[in-house]
């Protein structure tokens, strides 16, 4: 049978998260290379911003475990103008600054779909050689 239980879930949490997005967001990202080297970073237009912010609501939660960095790619980091700061890597996404919330929140990107999306809207402003190292790591 389709649309079960998960897919009402899934349904609400995404219409929730849109009710939530505020056109005025402004969602900045970083490309946190973990280099001497400036980090890129870039501005998301309205319609990719809504996107995120609707997709990491809609994520599913994720245990509390922690996530090792790669000294080379320690993820992408998002600021949002209305404090919150989304940080994606290796398939959790973390979410802190949530108004009323004191811990931060994990949700999960098992096929790391949303964290490839996202660098993908900086394509322009990321070298070729960090692009490849970065993309090489989707991989393993």
Excluded: K
């Amino acid at each position: 049978m389709r649309g079960g239980a998960n897919s009402n879930d899934r349904c609400t949490a995404m219409n929730s998260a849109a009710a939530r997005f505020r056109p005025r967001d402004l969602v900045e990202v970083e490309l946190d290379l973990g280099s001497s080297r400036p980090n890129p970073q870039w501005w998301l237009d309205t319609r990719a911003a809504r996107r995120l912010l609707v997709a990491v609501d809609a994520a599913p939660h994720a245990d509390a475990s922690r996530v090792e960095n790669d000294p080379g790619y320690r993820g992408l980091v998002v600021s949002v103008s209305d404090g919150r700061i989304i940080r994606i890597r290796r398939g959790t996404i973390e979410v802190t600054g949530e108004t009323g919330v004191a811990e931060p929140i994990r949700r999960a990107d098992p096929d790391r779909a949303l964290e490839r999306w996202l660098l993908d809207t900086g394509r322009t402003m990321i070298g070729d050689p960090e692009y490849a190292a970065v993309t090489a790591g989707f991989e393993q």
